[in-house]
């Protein structure tokens, strides 16, 4: 079953690149940071077959645009561009960063269905809301002098994984496709606005909302997604045993199609 590369206009005048495959109700992914259309493509195949998928490569990455000066506004602008290519609504699922992004989108009025998120990397612990900026800063000084390839590694320390496995990770393929898209990292740093679990965002969505972890993610991860759940007027928790971050597509696109069929 085979896609399309489309393109669509944003608020702002950026074009941004999307695909779509299969028929059906439309449903749209949402990618986390470093993700691609292309990341979510094996999973974009396993649901064609239950719905019209369109998948998107976020501003500043693969062969969308980007305009300057960066706004977590442009970005929800994107996805409702890409709402209306698909025909004005439509069902959401996002990953990650692209989970909080989707939120917040919802919260402002975009015309999603029903959504789906998948660990939002929010914290509930207070006693770090400080350290976001701290991070948030460096990165956007290590992009703003040209070295991608130090802001994917602060980025990736970050994340949990320990320094000698990010300098091995440095000597594989991978690390040029990531590297291409690191600039765009300060963009999700802004989506996440200072890592806190935004309770006054989530009260502000109406839609009914799946909220899913990974039951092998680390603990803060799933602490994160109940929370998020919790806020949700409308939202449910669901937990995929042996998964982690990266769940794997076989095992979501079943939950997905179930949730989404409603």
């Known amino acids: 079953m085979g896609s399309t590369l489309n393109t669509v206009k944003?608020?702002?005048?950026t074009l941004i690149a999307y695909e779509q495959q299969g028929e059906g109700r439309p449903l749209v992914l949402v990618g986390g940071a470093l993700c691609t259309a292309a990341s979510d493509a094996p999973l974009a195949a396993l649901?064609?077959?239950?719905?019209?998928?369109?998948?998107?490569?976020?501003?500043?990455?693969?062969?969308?645009?980007?305009?300057?000066?960066?706004?977590?506004?442009?970005?929800?602008?994107?996805?409702?561009?890409?709402?209306?290519?698909a025909g004005g609504t439509a069902s959401v699922h996002a990953l990650s960063s692209g989970a909080a992004l989707a939120l917040k989108?919802?919260?402002?009025?975009?015309?999603?269905?029903?959504?789906?998120?998948?660990?939002?990397?929010?914290?509930?612990?207070?006693?770090?809301?400080?350290e976001p900026a701290a991070y948030?800063?460096?990165?956007?000084?290590?992009?703003?002098?040209?070295?991608?390839?130090?802001?994917l590694a602060l980025f990736l320390k970050e994340t949990g994984i320990p320094p000698e496995d990010v300098e091995g990770m440095?000597?594989?393929?991978?690390?040029?496709?990531?590297?291409?898209?690191?600039h765009t990292l300060p963009y999700d740093h802004?989506?996440?606005?200072n890592g806190q679990v935004p309770v006054d965002v989530l009260h502000s969505v109406t839609q009914r909302?799946?909220?899913?972890?990974?039951?092998?993610?680390?603990?803060?991860?799933?602490?994160?997604?109940?929370?998020?759940?919790?806020?949700?007027?409308r939202g449910r928790h669901r937990t995929l045993t042996g998964q982690t971050h990266e769940a794997a597509p076989q095992v979501l696109a079943p939950v997905l199609t179930e949730f989404f069929a409603v």
């Not at 064609?48 to 980007?66: E, K, L, M, Q």
């Not at 919802?106 to 914290?123: D, K, N, R």
């Not at 802004?190 to 606005?193: A, P, R, S």
């Open 170 to 182: 440095r000597q594989t393929p991978m690390w040029a496709e990531k590297e291409a898209v690191a």
């Open 190 to 193: 802004e989506v996440m606005g």
């Open 209 to 233: 909302v799946m909220v899913v972890d990974g039951g092998a993610s680390p603990g803060w991860l799933r602490d994160a997604a109940r929370a998020v759940s919790s806020a949700l007027p």
């Open 105 to 130: 989108a919802a919260a402002a009025g975009l015309p999603i269905t029903q959504l789906s998120v998948y660990e939002p990397p929010f914290t509930t612990d207070p006693a770090t809301r400080e």
């Open 10 to 13: 944003s608020g702002d005048g």
């Open 47 to 85: 649901l064609a077959s239950a719905f019209s998928v369109f998948t998107y490569d976020r501003r500043g990455r693969g062969a969308s645009g980007d305009t300057a000066p960066y706004a977590v506004e442009r970005e929800i602008e994107d996805l409702g561009a890409v709402i209306a290519a």
């Open 136 to 151: 948030g800063t460096q990165l956007g000084e290590l992009v703003a002098q040209g070295r991608p390839d130090d802001a």
